[in-house]
């Protein structure tokens, strides 16, 4: 049984995210998406429910995928889950020193911890939680960019021109 973790800020979800999870889901056989909760951080837009609640929404009806908060190291947490793959999106090259100094850094901590890497699809490749707050906190429309469950609270946070939720194929 392969447990594996996608961790993240998830500040907010976006579609990217949603693609990873989907993707890794398939390669394991249980996913946690756990959502980190960083009290020192506050430059963000979602409080830590707020961003676990729409996670939680995302993932509803995918099999074997659940959600969970966490604080501390990655390394602690993974023990918590007995979970010993990390899964990390790569959207470009930038993305990967970054990525593998926190690869490194988690393996020196605890041996039986790997990163695997998922590359984000190409027509996320440009996506970021950053842009997402910024356009939308402009007001433009971000209904193409996250899932229902964050446009749902995005419009309440910034108002209803964020974008429209499209009408649910019957
Ligand atoms: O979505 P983000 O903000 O890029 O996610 C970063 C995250 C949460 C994966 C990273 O900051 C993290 O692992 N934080 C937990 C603290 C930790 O373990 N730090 C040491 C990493 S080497």
Redesign the pocket.
Known sequence: MVRAVY????DPLHNGHVDVIRRASRLFDHLTVAV?N?PLKNDGCFSIDERTAIVRETVAGMPDVDVATFQ????GFMQEASANVIVKGLRAISDYEYEL??AH??RQMNRDVETLFVMTAARWSYLS?TRVREIAGFGADVSKLVPPATLRRLRQRFGPQVGVEPAATP
Do not use: R
Not at 7 to 10: A, D, L
């Open positions: 961790p993240g800020s998830f980190v960083n501390g190291l990655l390394v100094q926190m850094l988690n939680s």
